[in-house]
């Protein structure tokens, strides 16, 4: 169990537990009738869903904040639908489901460090390093010397992932990929050299 | 904390703020009113029940400087005014700073409508000033000072846009909630209106209105959505005054807040207050209007949750 909170501790990426879920304050607004009670508008997102709603609050409400804890794990391996981590300070090792991990399959390989994040000690997420590199395991010829036109192919990265790349990229190539936003960045290494 | 790039780019903000309130003093003068000072600290603030006084060395903060002006009233002063800091706990947002500058002034023999007489000409007055006559244009708004002020008493305003009647007390949590995310945003578009006939209940120093006393004469002026003042004919019956003290902090007590004296001073002094209206404005707030600011952090140099 979490901390408790008053509604004047909320604020912008306060994290508050509501019918056993951890919810975090993603938009916020103060507003008070001169005379009137202050009144907490805030529009809160389920940390584990995604979804989101507005409640507003008054200053006599309580709440409890959301037991966080962060931690760095490491990818180990894939088995099924579950996917192990271990702990790289206490070498233990954690399986979360292929639901938690969300987008972050797309670019998990094996020795990956990500943070993980607890809730009242359960893994609900994992936050990948903003770059990674990966392979590109499969991918059509492209044409030669046409780099400029900005024109784009799909390839298949080692995780399954098809991007959209330029042309000039290969078989075997390994990109720089922004986890944040799913694109290509640049070509760290080509098949040929 | 608010650095020093931070500052530089408020310039233009804070020569508004500048202009405003010498455009305030030169509007006040010219009408003979008596600028005056009164304390910041003070031994006993007017209870209110949700405003929250910020303790000082055993005494407050004033979070409104009017139970002075009052007494002043009462001495016989017939028109003061003051640009006062004030301060109120635990409000801090995008229009609330716990420590803001209030404009209050007051009129001996006079009730709530020359107060709203007083508004229109000073807000008219500040735009000509400013050369932002008779169009502003406010956060994608084009608001004008010219034509008429609407006048809505708030149990039309509650039928027309939240569906229910308050009455003379009405469920405070209700009423602040709608109030707030119904009421408030239709109001004061493009000229500022005034929210008229507040209920009996919520008027901790209104007078009731005569023959009607469910309601009190007490009007907000609003402005794009924003409340920008709060005025009323004054309870000059100091008994009555005393009742409504005593329940007021008899509720705060009850709600685990924090209690003050009885303003004995201010009480003693009704005795000798005839006929007479005040109104408080929040300054900072108009300043953010007339220099299109989307809130006071922007036209306050230091604002207080900053340092």
């Not at chain 1, 056993?20 to 001169?34: L, R």
């Amino acid at each position: 169990m979490g901390s408790v909170l008053t509604a004047s501790d909320l604020r912008k990426g306060i994290k508050l537990e509501i019918d056993g879920d951890p919810y975090t304050v993603v938009d916020f607004e103060f507003s008070k009738p001169g005379k009137g009670q202050a009144l907490y508008r805030c529009r809160l997102r389920n940390m584990i869903t995604g979804t989101q709603f507005d409640r507003t609050y008054r200053s006599v409400d309580k709440f409890n904040a959301a037991d966080m804890d962060e931690q760095e794990m490491e990818y180990l391996y894939r088995e099924g639908k579950m996917f192990c981590f271990m702990n790289t300070s206490s070498f233990e090792q954690i399986e979360m489901s292929e639901e938690h991990v969300g987008e972050a399959i797309h670019f998990l390989t094996e020795n990956l460090k990500v943070q993980m994040l607890f809730f009242s000690g359960r893994p609900i997420g994992i936050t990948l390093p903003n770059f990674v590199e990966l392979e590109v395991t499969q991918a059509d010829p492209g044409i030669k010397g046409d780099t400029a036109s900005g024109a784009t192919k799909p390839v298949s990265m080692a995780t399954g992932y098809v991007i959209q790349v330029p042309l000039f990229i290969e078989q075997g190539d390994v990109l720089r990929l922004d986890t944040r936003s799913g694109a290509y960045v640049e070509r760290i290494k080509t098949s040929k050299s | 904390m608010t650095s020093l790039a931070q500052l530089a780019a408020k310039k233009a903000n804070l020569q508004a703020r500048c202009r405003i309130i010498q455009l305030i003093r030169r509007f006040f003068h010219a009408r003979d009113f008596l600028e005056v000072r009164t304390p910041v600290r003070t031994r006993a603030p007017a209870p209110e029940p949700y405003i929250d006084a910020i303790p000082s060395a055993g005494w407050f903060l004033a979070p409104s400087p009017e139970l002075y002006m009052k007494r002043l009233l009462a001495a016989g002063y017939q028109k003061i005014f003051q640009i006062a800091p004030a301060f109120r706990w635990n409000e801090t947002g995008r229009l609330h700073h716990s420590e803001f500058t209030l404009l209050e002034w007051y009129r001996a023999d006079a009730d709530h409508e020359a107060l709203q007489q007083d508004c229109i000409e000073l807000i008219t007055e500040i735009s000509v000033g400013l050369d932002q006559f008779p169009l502003i244009s406010f956060q994608g708004h084009t608001l004008s000072v010219a034509g008429r002020w609407p006048r809505i008493t708030v149990a039309e305003a509650f039928e027309r846009w939240a569906g229910w009647c308050p009455g003379p007390d009405p469920d405070q949590q209700r009423f602040d909630l709608d109030l707030v995310t119904h009421v408030e945003p239709r109001l004061g578009f493009p000229t500022p209106g005034f929210l008229t006939d507040y209920p009996a209940g919520q008027a901790a120093l209104a007078r009731l209105k005569p023959g009607f006393p469910d309601v009190a004469e007490r009007f907000e002026l609003y402005w794009a959505g924003i409340e920008l003042a709060n005025g009323f004919s004054e309870l000059t019956d100091p008994r009555e005054q005393r009742r409504r003290f005593q329940d007021t902090l008899e509720r705060r007590r009850m709600a685990g807040c924090s209690v003050y004296p009885l303003p004995e001073a201010f009480l003693d002094a009704l005795r000798h207050l005839d006929r007479a209206a005040g109104i408080a404005l929040g300054v900072d707030r108009l300043v953010a209007i007339f220099a299109n600011a989307s809130d006071l952090d922007q036209v306050v140099a230091f604002p207080p949750h900053r340092d």
